[in-house]
């Protein structure tokens, strides 16, 4: 009895919560459906930046990639950031994460 007692309880806590294959450098966020037709779930993301320049006065754009529970790229968009927000970057990403999950109305993890 105490065997099958075990194992229904490794099984439930098996099945209860799937495991998200991580993409390297993820922000995980929380599951928000990017496309209602294909049922395409954002578990996590990830975002490049690129424009950035050393005029003050023009922002940068980002290329962000969105990624399933398994890891897979389900979309993909580009996210302009302004350059009051680059201004304040310095040597922490945390400024541009809250940027980007802002804009896609998305919640960090």
């Given at each position: 009895m105490?065997?099958?007692?075990f194992v229904?309880?490794?099984?439930?806590a098996?099945?209860?919560?799937a495991?998200?294959?991580?993409?390297?450098?993820?922000?995980?966020?929380q599951?928000?459906v990017?496309?209602a037709?294909?049922?395409?779930?954002v578990?996590?993301?990830?975002w490049?930046?690129?424009g950035l320049?050393?005029?003050t006065?023009?922002?940068?754009?980002t290329?962000?990639q969105?990624?399933?529970?398994?890891?897979n790229?389900i979309h993909?968009?580009n996210c302009?950031i302004?350059?009051d927000?680059?201004?304040?970057?310095g040597t922490?990403d945390?400024?541009i994460?809250?940027?980007i999950?802002?804009?896609?109305?998305?919640?960090?993890k």
């Amino acid at each position: 009895m105490k065997k099958i007692l075990f194992v229904a309880l490794c099984f439930i806590a098996l099945s209860s919560k799937a495991q998200i294959d991580t993409v390297k450098g993820a922000i995980l966020v929380q599951p928000l459906v990017v496309n209602a037709l294909q049922k395409d779930t954002v578990y996590q993301l990830t975002w490049t930046a690129f424009g950035l320049t050393r005029d003050t006065g023009v922002g940068c754009n980002t290329y962000v990639q969105f990624y399933d529970r398994k890891g897979n790229a389900i979309h993909q968009a580009n996210c302009p950031i302004p350059w009051d927000t680059v201004k304040y970057w310095g040597t922490d990403d945390a400024i541009i994460d809250k940027y980007i999950l802002f804009k896609f109305g998305l919640t960090k993890k």
